[in-house]
């Protein structure tokens, strides 16, 4: 099978990959771009772990083909820091320890940065919708809708 030849943008930069036509953009991320911050938790796109945006769409990678993130922009959770300064976000789930084992946190992280990039003041209801496409099976989400609720209103300036 011939590998198709893809150039695209990840996390700000101009990147370019040789991928299968059945190869999913989460395989692509984690083997060839060595980003392995997201997970693939369920390969079904039920879980949230593999969660990324594409030109600021909420999407799980898992679903994702290699080939159609040509010529988009993606972003992983890598591209969420600005070098060794944390985002307000992750700043906020160490806060509050709103992580343990940490397999859903990069794709938590992603998702509520979406949320908070298209609703800047979201009530706690719209933030557990928001987040509700992303299990984890360790924190019961209280402390994680907590810290993403205190990075919006630090965000804001309340």
């Known amino acids: 099978m011939n590998k198709i030849h893809v150039t695209t943008t990840v996390n700000g930069d101009p990147v370019e990959y040789l991928c299968e ?20 938790g369920c390969g079904t796109g039920d879980c949230g772990a593999c969660s990324v945006t594409l030109n600021g769409r909420l999407v799980c990678s898992c679903l994702v083909l290699a080939a159609e993130a040509g010529g988009q922009e993606v972003a992983t959770v890598e591209g969420i820091a600005d070098g060794d300064n944390l985002h307000i976000l992750q700043k906020k789930i160490l806060e509050h320890a709103a992580l343990q084992c940490g397999v859903c946190t990069p794709g938590i992280l992603v998702a509520a940065k979406a949320l908070l990039e298209k609703h800047p003041d979201p009530t706690e209801v719209e933030a557990r919708y928001w987040l509700a496409g992303n299990l984890c099976r360790c924190t019961g989400y209280d402390k994680i809708i907590t810290a993403v609720m205190d990075a919006a209103a630090e965000m804001r300036g309340a």
């Open 21 to 40: 036509p059945q190869e999913t953009l989460l395989d692509v991320l984690r083997n060839q771009l060595r980003l392995t911050g997201a997970k693939e």
